[in-house]
Structure formats: C-alpha cells, structure tokens
C-alpha cells in the first residue's frame, strides 16, 4: 500500500498517539499558533491569511515526494545558475516559476532545517545555511516572483500580493517558521545521521541531472564565444559538479 502523504497522527510527549487528521489541519494549526506564541500573530493591516494559507500548502507539499520531482529540476544552490537559466528564456511563466520555487526551498530550508541543533558543518550541503546571504537570496526571489506573476495574472490577482509580502517580510517568516520547528517540526532533531546523509544524497541526485546540461550550454557557448565572462561561468560550473560527482574530470583548454 503507498503511503499516505496527505494525513499525520499526533504524538503527544507522553507518547499517546491521537486520531489520525489531514496535514492541513495540523499545519495550519501549528502556523497560527508559532504566530502567536513568538509574538508575531498574523496583523490586521495589512492582512496576512493569504500568507498563512501559501506556507501551510508549501509546508504540506514539502512532504509529498511528487512535489520534489516537480520543482527539482528548477532549483539550484547558487545565484549565478539561477539568473542564467532566466536569462536563457524568455517565458515569462518559466521565469516566475523558476523565482518562486527558489524562494520557496529556501524560506523552507531556513525556517525548518537551519540550526537543528548538530554544528552547521556536521550537516549535509543541502542542509547548510550561509544566514546573511540566503536571506537576501530568498527576499530577492520572492521580489521578482511578484514581478513575473504580476506580468502573468494582473495587479490585482491574488499572487502577486503574496509574492510581495513574502519578499517584504521575509526574515519575519524564517523566525516564525524557527520557532514553529522547535515546537512542532522537530523532526530535524530526531534525524540520524545517516537519514541525513540518504536526504544529502537523493537531493545530489536531483541536482546533477540539471547541472550536467547546464555544463554542457555552457562549453558549447565558451566555445562559441570564448570570453572572459563565459569562461568563469563555466569553470564555476565545473566547481560545482566536482563537489557533487568526485569522479568528473574536465580541465579548461587555453585560448
């Protein structure tokens, strides 16, 4: 029987276990409820139920494997293959897409998985949180979802609205999210190692697929156009993939 993604049965600390629910209604609870007890509760102006209900639907999706498989393909750990997959179309669909589901990994990875308690260099890459510059990463992909889905759904739709808040209190989100973890989510704490490194390890898969064409544009286009520019681009490229494959060989010819 596969199993069953959409449902959780609460544990409580004396480990009785309750009646099986929906995961909405347990995220959603423990959402509201880290608001207030952090001392940041949703504010009447302007309004944040639109917020609340998109992180409960991402905190729930993060648990469906069809969403990994999904959004995989868009993610990247670094700026500089972001910004060059959207420079490389000019769907704007593509690029909101490509914004949002890194901003969304990343208010994730801050929030749920950042300082769960190991020393930052005991967890895996993925798991690794450099604080200053992935705050800024994520407020800065949220800001240019917002523009993208304004270009795509109006103004006036719902998204752009979310989008814009998500940007603007970005860092007020991760705090609530901390909290939310250490009270309701903390399952990080619980993790073995070697969960840890099997988690590491499906995410290195999903990434090198995407890394190996992107490596591949790349040396057609320094072909193509031996730059300065090109070449740092793709020797960033190989950085990359001998980090997550040690076996990959390439040395760059001289010009």
Request: hydrophobic share 35%; proline share 6%.
């Amino acid at each position: 029987m596969p199993e069953d993604y959409e449902s959780y049965v609460p544990v409580e600390r004396d480990g009785t276990r309750g009646d099986s629910a929906p995961n909405v209604s347990f995220m959603i609870h423990a959402l509201l409820a880290s608001r207030v007890e952090s001392g940041m509760p949703s504010p009447e102006t302007p309004p944040e139920e639109d917020v609340n209900v998109y992180i409960t639907h991402l905190l729930c999706n993060f648990v469906r494997p069809q969403y990994h498989m999904r959004v995989h393909k868009y993610l990247s750990a670094y700026d500089s293959s972001v910004f060059e997959r959207v420079r490389h179309t000019t769907n704007k669909r593509l690029k909101y897409t490509i914004y949002k589901a890194n901003a969304d990994h990343i208010l994730v990875m801050m929030g749920v998985f950042h300082n769960s308690g190991r020393r930052s260099g005991s967890l895996p890459v993925p798991l690794q949180i450099e604080e200053d510059v992935d705050l800024g990463r994520g407020k800065s992909y949220y800001d240019y979802a917002c523009t993208y889905s304004r270009c795509l759904f109006g103004r006036s739709s719902a998204i752009p609205a979310v989008m814009f808040k998500l940007a603007h209190g970005f860092e007020r989100y991760v705090k609530i999210l901390t909290y939310m973890r250490s009270e309701y989510l903390n399952f990080v704490d619980r993790m073995s190692d070697g969960e840890l490194f099997h988690l590491q390890r499906s995410v290195e898969s999903c990434e090198l697929p995407q890394l190996r064409d992107e490596f591949l544009e790349a040396w057609t286009r320094w072909r193509q156009n031996p730059s300065d520019e090109q070449r740092q681009q793709l020797l960033e490229l190989v950085e990359r993939l001998r980090e997550l494959d040690p076996e990959f060989r390439f040395e760059l010819p001289e010009n």
